[in-house]
């Protein structure tokens, strides 16, 4: 069983940064992928970014390259989200989460736990 807590939302002005955690319980959090999500008021859930379980590999969405970095430090069971050059349209609740495999996860698929969110808003 795994647990997720993201923390670090806020509002932001544009062009401002924010650094999104996602803190996880469990042993066995270096065997899981870990997708950041998000939804904005009236759109689909969008996939951000995703982290293999060992770090090596990395997804972005072609939305936020450039400008979003996912990391992770599993000895302290937390995945971040670096927000930089944030945008109005980069508005929504943030969701991290957690699955098995890469790929299904890329596609929002496999996803085994996710956390309840974290709201970042970019004033313009």
């Known amino acids: 069983q795994v647990q997720l807590v993201e923390s670090g939302g806020g509002l932001v002005q544009a062009g401002g940064s924010l650094r999104l955690s996602c803190s996880a319980s469990?042993?066995?959090?270096?065997?899981?992928?870990i997708g950041w999500f998000r939804q904005a008021p009236g759109k689909e859930r969008e996939t951000v970014a995703v982290?293999?379980?060992?770090?090596?590999?990395?997804y972005y969405a072609d939305s936020v390259k450039g400008r979003f970095t996912i990391s992770r430090d599993n000895a302290k069971n937390t995945v971040y989200l670096q927000l930089n050059s944030l945008k109005p349209e980069d508005t929504a609740v943030y969701y991290c989460?957690?699955?098995?495999?890469?790929?299904?996860?890329?596609?929002?698929?496999?996803?085994?736990?996710w956390g309840k969110g974290t709201l970042v808003t970019v004033s313009s």
């Open positions: 989460a957690a699955g098995r495999f890469y790929t299904p996860v890329i596609a929002g698929r496999g996803i085994d736990y």
């Open positions: 469990g042993r066995t959090f270096s065997s899981y992928t």
């Open positions: 982290i293999i379980g060992s770090g090596g590999s990395t």
